[in-house]
């Protein structure tokens, strides 16, 4: 059984961006009782958008956990926030799996998985992979890659 997740690094990203929302939240109400006369707007605005960014990307942080037990594999990415009970879960048997592919784009990884559904076409499944370390992706390439040489032969 293979598993790997990204737990440590999402946390992680998690604290960083809290301590950045914090710092702005502070900074926006100093610069509102402060008003200094020439950037006043400038920087309440600033300090605003940032705010608004920084939150919405902490409402959209998931983790990403796969598992690989020789006859299934299972993708999971549940949100950060325990409130949010909304899991996006992949799961399939191995034998369905025709393909897959890593794309690496300029913020985030992507992993691509083509497997036939029940009617013999191919299915394409797009999950984000953000967080994950060379080590880890090349774990998750060497384990799909024997998943499908294993069903080939």
Known sequence: MKKINNKKIIDFY????????????FLGIIIYMLKPASFY?????????GSVVTFYTLLKLRFFEYENSQQFIS???PYFWKLNPGVTSIEFP????????IRNGLFTTSLVLIIRSKEQKPKKLYCKIIGLNKGQISELKQSLQNAKEYFED
Do not use: Y
């Open 75 to 77: 993708i999971k990415q």
């Open 41 to 49: 707007h400038l920087f309440l605005m600033i300090c605003i958008t």
């Open 94 to 101: 191995i034998d369905m799996l025709v393909g897959f592919s």
């Open 14 to 25: 998690f604290k960083i961006l809290i301590v950045i929302l914090v710092v702005l939240t």
